[in-house]
């Protein structure tokens, strides 16, 4: 796995990200990490399970997989979600 992390923080910009995931991942494995994300934004903005999953389609045991991991897990979630605030902050204020 540090091989593939390594590889992930030398990406440089979004496109090269699409490149790089499009040929490692399948479209579906890529949809369901985009999922993932959006229930776990989503479970952060105190969102009902009911309204996660109509609009994101994940099923109620994606949903409590996601809150477990925000609630028990690493703060990894926490951390991009912190590092995304701090960005969207600081192009805001140019």
Not at 44 to 73: M, Q
């Amino acid at each position: 796995m540090d091989s593939l992390f390594e590889a992930i923080l030398n990406l440089r910009t979004r496109e090269e990200c699409y490149l790089f995931f499009e040929d490692l991942c399948t479209v579906n494995e890529l949809l369901s990490l985009s999922q993932r994300f959006e229930v776990a934004a989503m479970l952060r903005e105190h969102k009902t399970y009911l309204d996660i999953a109509e609009k994101t389609g994940a099923s109620t045991a994606t949903i409590s997989r996601v809150n477990r991991s925000l609630n028990y897990g690493n703060d990894g979630y926490e951390l991009i979600f912190e590092r995304l605030s701090e960005k969207e902050e600081t192009s805001g204020a140019d």
